[in-house]
């Protein structure tokens, strides 16, 4: 597993950090380039407001993932990423169209349409498709929805 910051300091501690709380091998990773290629999973999880997902590095088949792009103004991920996406996946379609940053932006320029975004729930329930093919590559844009976050834990504690 690799992870990036733009700060040296911080990507060294938590790569060592993470490693060793969750007995993985992290790797700090000296560029976001260097940390996505050939990633099956890269996730973004920062407060930025530009982006910080290099998109033309993303591999095929990969699933981005937006944490921190819950509210208008950040946007970890470029409108590159939305083109290219053949699934784009969002908690609620309505939360995102008002608060996620890079859903905001992609309805607004027209490079996204309503109708191509997929609630998580329906995907997971399989009413929606996240992934037809091996080669998809797809984004998802979490804002937090609290039902969600308790099924979650619930579903972590057990009692699913």
């Known amino acids: 597993m690799r992870l990036h910051s733009r700060d040296a300091g911080r990507r060294e501690r938590a790569a060592t950090e993470l490693t060793e709380e969750l007995g993985l091998d992290v790797r700090p990773a ?3 380039r260097e940390a996505v290629r050939d990633a099956p999973l890269v996730a973004a999880c920062t407060l930025s407001e530009t982006p910080v997902v290099p998109t033309a590095d993303l591999a095929a088949g990969a699933t981005a993932v937006s944490v921190g792009s819950f509210e208008p103004h950040r946007c970890e991920v470029d409108a590159e990423l939305l083109r290219r996406a053949d699934s784009v996946v969002v908690d609620d379609v309505g939360t995102a169209a008002e608060h996620a940053g890079p859903i905001m932006t992609a309805l ?4 996204v349409r309503r109708a191509d975004l997929a609630d998580l729930g329906s995907v997971l329930v399989n009413e929606s498709e996240g992934r ?3 080669g998809d590559l797809v984004f998802y844009n979490s804002v937090g929805i609290g039902v969600q976050d308790a099924a979650a834990a619930l579903a972590v504690l057990g009692g699913l």
Do not use: K, P, V, Y
């Open 108 to 111: 607004a320029d027209g490079s």
């Open 30 to 32: 000296t560029s976001a």
């Open 132 to 134: 037809r093919g091996n």
